[in-house]
């Protein structure tokens, strides 16, 4: 594994997103967003500035960009140029998430951080701007049990927090997960709580078939037939539930991180936000036992990149790393800094180059970049 080249960002890396012919960044920062499509050797091919604050990425079957905003999205071909789809405005609300079908978007929409508390909408729209369902989900009380209040007429002791209205609900996944006839949105509490819920749908007509239990909620991972996987990570909780297609809990595992489901068993990247790192790769087995490997180091973690000879990529810890079953085989470090960073998923169009951006955290100066790593 060696670094092949690494440039400086002008901005805030978003989204990342590879296709045969370069890597495509969106970068967000004070003065506007754009989207920057480099060569494989990360030379400028073409970018084009955005008009709205951006959301996220996706890459369509045939290989079109396309980019979120607040009132609708923006496709881009192979020589930039673009075709736009504005949303059916709706009251006090903007798109927050959305993911790329075949025929069309699903886009999930939250109430304007600035304005009160509206139940979120979850729409299924065609590529020409039709609705082909709406569905409004209930928001209710939220409580967990982690989370404590204290009061100076009760001298300050700590207790159960009784279950309350959140002051915000927003969707904490830029893109949506879908599963056999099932989509699954997550919506939270933040920067309050962080104590949330993931909704699923039927993904053919927008009906509510369940609401997952109420916590820290923030990674989730698809398993195919209508089935999730919705991990819990905060407060104390540190489990994944799977659920199947009907809502009903059909297994637990005490951990949690990014999920790479192989068969019967699921790898995981963990992630546990304590000092000094407690985490591990790990294997999630369908009897609930958790199989524990390698500890690993720091915290924040680029969604890795699975290769087809079943290894893993990923960005921690300021370095690349590839794990083979459950062992680092194999480390690079590429930012010697020092400084905790941020890094974009870990991405590759050929399973050889692998890019990712990462920003460093409290750099004042030279401190985002994009980097190309190859394998051999």
């Known amino acids: 594994m060696r670094v092949i080249t690494t440039i400086q960002l002008p901005s805030h890396p978003i989204a990342i997103a590879t296709k045969p012919d370069g890597v495509l960044v969106l970068m967000r920062s004070g003065d506007g967003a754009a989207l920057v499509c480099y060569h494989p050797d990360l030379s400028p091919k073409w970018s084009r500035l955005l ?21 609708g999205t ?6 930039g140029e673009s075709h736009r789809i504005d949303f059916r405005p709706m009251k006090a609300m903007q798109a927050a998430s959305f993911s790329v079908l075949d025929d069309g978007l699903l886009v999930a929409w939250e109430h304007l951080r600035s304005g009160p508390v509206r139940r979120p909408v979850l729409e299924r729209i065609t590529f020409d701007g039709q609705r082909t369902w709406s569905t409004t989900v209930p928001i209710g009380e ?8 204290m009061r100076a007429d009760e001298g300050w002791i700590t207790r159960p927090k009784k279950p309350w209205k959140p002051e915000s609900w927003v969707s904490m996944l830029k893109n949506l997960r879908t599963s056999g006839d099932r989509l699954l949105a997550v919506y939270s509490e933040m920067p309050r709580s962080g104590i949330g819920v993931a909704y699923v749908l039927g993904l053919s007509d927008g009906v509510l078939h369940f609401v997952s239990k109420k916590g820290p909620a923030h990674e989730v991972a ?13 407060y ?12 009903r809990i059909k297994n637990r595992w005490s951990s949690y991180g990014y999920y790479l489901p192989e068969g019967r068993a699921i790898r995981v990247i963990e992630m546990k936000n304590v000092v000094p790192s407690q985490c591990h790769l790990t294997r999630l087995h369908p009897d609930g036992t958790v199989e524990r490997g390698d500890l690993l180091e720091g915290y924040y973690t680029s969604r890795p990149y699975g290769c087809r000879d079943g290894n893993i990529v990923f960005f921690r810890n300021g370095g690349m790393h590839v794990a083979h079953d459950l062992h680092i085989v194999d480390s690079l470090v590429i930012d010697h800094s020092g400084l905790e960073s941020f890094s974009s998923a870990a991405v590759s169009y050929d399973g050889h180059s692998i890019f990712c951006a990462y920003s460093r955290i409290g750099a004042e100066r030279d401190r985002t970049h994009l980097v190309r790593v190859d394998l051999t």
């Open 51 to 71: 008009e709205k604050p951006t959301l996220a990425l996706e890459i369509g079957g045939d290989g079109t960009c396309i980019v979120l905003d607040a009132t």
């Open 74 to 79: 923006t496709a881009f071909v192979n020589s």
């Open 142 to 149: 939220v409580a967990f049990e982690g989370v404590v209040e």
């Open 222 to 234: 698809q398993l195919g037939d209508g089935a999730f996987l919705v991990g819990y990570q905060g």
């Open 236 to 247: 104390g909780a540190f489990e994944t539930l799977q659920y199947d297609p009907t809502g």
